[in-house]
């Protein structure tokens, strides 16, 4: 089974400061992990993928599998940052999507 | 213009009720899928389709049911509605030559269920 834990509800932090939202996933197999960005009143929306490797917005992220995580970092937080964010494994024979339970993040002015 | 389309985007019924839950893309992706998102719970699926003919109960298909009448259209339906239904349900798609791209999701539908 595939799991993805993200263990943070809501993560708070100045503007300026660093950010990291934490996530932990367990499968078995060669997993692809996402980041989704919901901001107030919007649809989900794809923020970064690990196979690209690409920076959005400021964030990265890097797939651990030693440490089964997948952890989004961005060096100095900006106000419009606020916003959920879901972590996202995809595996299985039917290369479905597992979210975790999202983290709120609040960036203070 | 919206490539994936829920309507309606807010829905008032009550217990025992059946509902419908629309979903329409333009996107030309094969796959759609049912979430429904509720606090502290993040998203679980509900039920999934790589194609018309293909079909598939997510984590949580009780008390749901679906019906893909083409490629682009993927409806959800509550038969008999009831309260701990309450939350906001999202249609997702993928596939094509952004599958790797991960999902495209639509604007919500927010059920209240009294």
């Known amino acids: 089974a595939q799991r993805v834990t993200q263990p943070e509800k809501l993560l708070s932090v100045f503007k300026g400061a660093p950010v990291e939202l934490k996530c932990n996933y367990s499968y078995s197999g060669s997993p692809e992990l996402f980041w989704y960005v919901q901001y107030s009143r919007q649809r989900l929306q794809l923020l970064l993928r690990?196979?690209s490797r690409e920076s959005i917005k400021g964030f990265t992220a890097d797939l651990n599998k030693g440490e089964t995580s997948f952890h989004l970092k961005k060096p100095f937080a900006q106000e419009e940052d606020s916003a959920m964010y879901y972590c996202a494994l995809k595996g299985g024979g039917y290369q479905k999507v597992t979210f975790g339970t999202g983290t709120k993040l609040q960036v203070i002015p | 213009d919206a490539d994936v389309t829920q309507t309606p985007r807010n829905r008032i019924t009550k217990t025992g009720k059946r509902i419908m839950l629309e979903c329409s893309q333009t996107k030309g992706h094969d796959r759609m899928y049912w979430y429904r998102q509720d606090p502290g719970l993040g998203l679980r699926l509900i039920y999934y389709?790589?194609?018309?003919?293909?079909?598939n109960k997510g984590e949580i298909s009780d008390g749901y049911s679906v019906s893909r009448q083409a490629q682009a259209k993927f409806s959800l339906s509550l038969e008999s509605a009831i309260p701990n239904q309450t939350a906001l349900y999202f249609c997702?798609?993928?596939?094509?030559?952004?599958?790797?791209?991960?999902?495209?999701f639509g604007s919500g539908t927010r059920l209240t269920v009294v």
């Open positions: 389709s790589f194609d018309v003919k293909d079909i």
């Open positions: 997702a798609t993928s596939g094509g030559t952004e599958r790797d791209y991960g999902y495209t």
């Open positions: 690990h196979i």
